[in-house]
Protein backbone atom coordinates (compact mmCIF):
# COMPACT_ATOMS: atom_id res chain seq x y z
CA UNK A 1 0.00 0.00 0.00
CA UNK A 2 1.57 3.20 0.88
CA UNK A 3 5.21 2.42 1.54
CA UNK A 4 5.20 1.06 -1.91
CA UNK A 5 3.35 3.71 -2.96
CA UNK A 6 5.53 6.69 -1.64
CA UNK A 7 8.61 4.99 -2.32
CA UNK A 8 10.87 6.28 -5.17
CA UNK A 9 11.70 3.36 -7.28
CA UNK A 10 14.86 3.29 -9.36
CA UNK A 11 13.83 0.33 -11.68
CA UNK A 12 10.28 0.97 -11.49
CA UNK A 13 8.58 -1.32 -13.88
CA UNK A 14 10.21 -4.47 -12.30
CA UNK A 15 9.36 -3.45 -8.78
CA UNK A 16 6.07 -2.93 -10.44
CA UNK A 17 6.09 -6.54 -11.53
CA UNK A 18 6.59 -7.76 -8.11
CA UNK A 19 4.46 -5.92 -6.80
CA UNK A 20 1.43 -6.94 -8.91
CA UNK A 21 2.53 -10.68 -8.68
CA UNK A 22 1.95 -10.68 -5.17
CA UNK A 23 -0.49 -8.15 -4.88
CA UNK A 24 -3.83 -9.61 -5.63
CA UNK A 25 -5.41 -5.98 -5.59
CA UNK A 26 -3.69 -4.77 -9.16
CA UNK A 27 -7.19 -3.85 -10.56
CA UNK A 28 -7.94 -4.47 -14.11
CA UNK A 29 -9.94 -1.26 -13.89
CA UNK A 30 -10.07 0.25 -17.49
CA UNK A 31 -8.45 4.29 -17.87
CA UNK A 32 -11.74 5.43 -18.89
CA UNK A 33 -13.55 4.19 -15.20
CA UNK A 34 -10.17 5.36 -13.45
CA UNK A 35 -10.48 8.98 -15.24
CA UNK A 36 -14.21 9.21 -14.35
CA UNK A 37 -13.39 7.85 -10.68
CA UNK A 38 -10.62 10.50 -10.28
CA UNK A 39 -12.63 13.08 -12.21
CA UNK A 40 -15.90 12.78 -9.57
CA UNK A 41 -13.56 13.48 -6.15
CA UNK A 42 -12.07 16.36 -8.47
CA UNK A 43 -15.03 17.94 -8.71
CA UNK A 44 -14.29 17.78 -13.02
CA UNK A 45 -14.96 15.67 -15.67
CA UNK A 46 -12.89 13.47 -17.83
CA UNK A 47 -13.85 15.39 -20.74
CA UNK A 48 -11.41 18.62 -19.05
CA UNK A 49 -8.72 15.62 -17.47
CA UNK A 50 -7.73 14.48 -21.25
CA UNK A 51 -6.22 16.61 -23.34
CA UNK A 52 -4.85 19.87 -23.26
CA UNK A 53 -6.68 21.46 -19.63
CA UNK A 54 -4.00 23.79 -17.22
CA UNK A 55 -6.45 23.83 -14.40
CA UNK A 56 -5.36 22.62 -11.49
CA UNK A 57 -8.06 20.17 -10.81
CA UNK A 58 -6.97 18.60 -14.69
CA UNK A 59 -3.51 18.68 -14.00
CA UNK A 60 -3.42 17.25 -10.52
CA UNK A 61 -6.20 14.30 -11.70
CA UNK A 62 -3.74 13.02 -14.30
CA UNK A 63 -0.78 13.46 -11.66
CA UNK A 64 -3.21 10.86 -9.87
CA UNK A 65 -4.81 9.09 -12.78
CA UNK A 66 -1.03 8.32 -13.67
CA UNK A 67 -0.06 7.40 -10.06
CA UNK A 68 -2.89 5.61 -9.22
CA UNK A 69 -2.87 3.26 -12.76
CA UNK A 70 1.10 2.58 -12.48
CA UNK A 71 1.22 1.60 -9.14
CA UNK A 72 -2.48 -0.40 -8.73
CA UNK A 73 -3.72 -1.57 -12.59
CA UNK A 74 -2.12 -3.15 -15.23
CA UNK A 75 -1.45 -0.26 -17.11
CA UNK A 76 1.91 1.66 -17.61
CA UNK A 77 3.00 5.24 -17.84
CA UNK A 78 3.30 4.90 -21.84
CA UNK A 79 -0.69 3.35 -22.03
CA UNK A 80 -1.59 6.46 -19.33
CA UNK A 81 0.11 9.39 -21.31
CA UNK A 82 -1.11 7.94 -24.85
CA UNK A 83 -5.08 8.21 -22.87
CA UNK A 84 -4.08 11.41 -21.22
CA UNK A 85 -2.94 12.76 -24.72
CA UNK A 86 0.03 14.04 -22.98
CA UNK A 87 3.86 13.64 -23.04
CA UNK A 88 4.96 10.60 -20.92
CA UNK A 89 8.05 12.96 -19.28
CA UNK A 90 5.55 15.24 -18.65
CA UNK A 91 3.79 12.47 -17.09
CA UNK A 92 6.85 10.99 -14.97
CA UNK A 93 7.73 14.32 -13.49
CA UNK A 94 3.72 14.91 -12.27
CA UNK A 95 3.73 11.52 -10.90
CA UNK A 96 7.62 12.17 -9.38
CA UNK A 97 6.11 15.33 -8.15
CA UNK A 98 2.64 13.71 -6.77
CA UNK A 99 4.83 11.30 -4.65
CA UNK A 100 6.81 13.77 -3.13
CA UNK A 101 3.38 15.79 -1.87
CA UNK A 102 1.86 12.33 -0.79
CA UNK A 103 5.49 12.14 1.75
CA UNK A 104 4.55 15.72 2.75
CA UNK A 105 0.88 16.10 2.98
CA UNK A 106 -1.12 13.93 5.20
CA UNK A 107 -4.43 15.23 3.24
CA UNK A 108 -3.06 14.18 -0.14
CA UNK A 109 -1.81 10.66 1.09
CA UNK A 110 -5.59 10.12 2.68
CA UNK A 111 -7.33 11.25 -0.95
CA UNK A 112 -4.88 9.03 -2.61
CA UNK A 113 -5.44 6.13 -0.21
CA UNK A 114 -9.55 6.66 -0.74
CA UNK A 115 -9.05 6.24 -4.12
CA UNK A 116 -7.24 3.34 -3.90
CA UNK A 117 -9.50 1.83 -1.66
CA UNK A 118 -12.12 2.39 -4.44
CA UNK A 119 -10.27 1.09 -7.06
CA UNK A 120 -9.65 -2.21 -5.36
CA UNK A 121 -13.30 -2.58 -4.59
CA UNK A 122 -14.76 -1.64 -8.47
CA UNK A 123 -15.10 -4.63 -10.72
CA UNK A 124 -13.16 -4.95 -13.72
CA UNK A 125 -14.64 -3.40 -16.88
Known sequence: GVIYLISKAKDHDSLK??????DKSASNISLDTLTALVAEKYNTFSQNIIG?????PAVEARAVIALLAVDHTQHTLKEVSIYLEKEISTMSRQVTNLRDKITKFSAVQEKI????EEIIT????
Not at 113 to 116: D, F, S, T
Open 122 to 125: ISPD
Open 113 to 116: ERLI
Open 17 to 22: ALHQAD
Open 52 to 56: KSRSR
